[in-house]
């Protein structure tokens, strides 16, 4: 199983960037999937994360401006991100749990990063 983020680019203040997550490989099923991100000097941060359920969860800082979803049965994932501002320059990662089989257990995988720069 592979996660495979992209879209990370060079935006302006107030510009918006799309990234995407696909899984492949043997998907069974996909639990939650999630964006973290990591600014230079500082530990990695969940940004937001969906259920298979559907439900969402956003830090404080980008309720409201970022948008998780999720389609294809679960396995490509995406993260809009609207009015961006400068503090939100980082790598951003995908995150996933998966299930390769109906016999084995959950497992967690990361994308490799994709890095998004903001400019004031």
């Known amino acids: 199983v592979q996660l495979q983020a992209s879209g990370g680019g060079l935006v302006q203040a107030g510009g918006s960037l799309r990234l995407s997550c696909v899984a492949s490989g043997s998907i069974f099923s996909v639990n939650f999937m999630g964006w973290y991100r990591q600014a230079p000097g500082k530990q990695r941060e969940l940004v937001a994360f969906?259920?298979?359920?559907?439900?969402?969860n956003y830090k404080d800082s980008v309720e409201g401006r970022f948008t998780i979803s999720r389609v294809s049965a679960g396995s490509t994932g995406y993260l809009q991100m609207n009015s961006l501002k400068p503090e939100d320059t980082a790598v951003y990662f995908c995150?996933?749990?998966?299930?390769?089989?109906?016999?084995?257990?959950?497992?967690?995988?990361w994308g490799q990063g994709t890095l998004v720069t903001v400019s004031s």
């Open positions: 969906i259920t298979s359920g559907g439900s969402t």
């Open positions: 995150n996933a749990e998966i299930r390769s089989s109906p016999s084995t257990k959950y497992r967690e995988y």
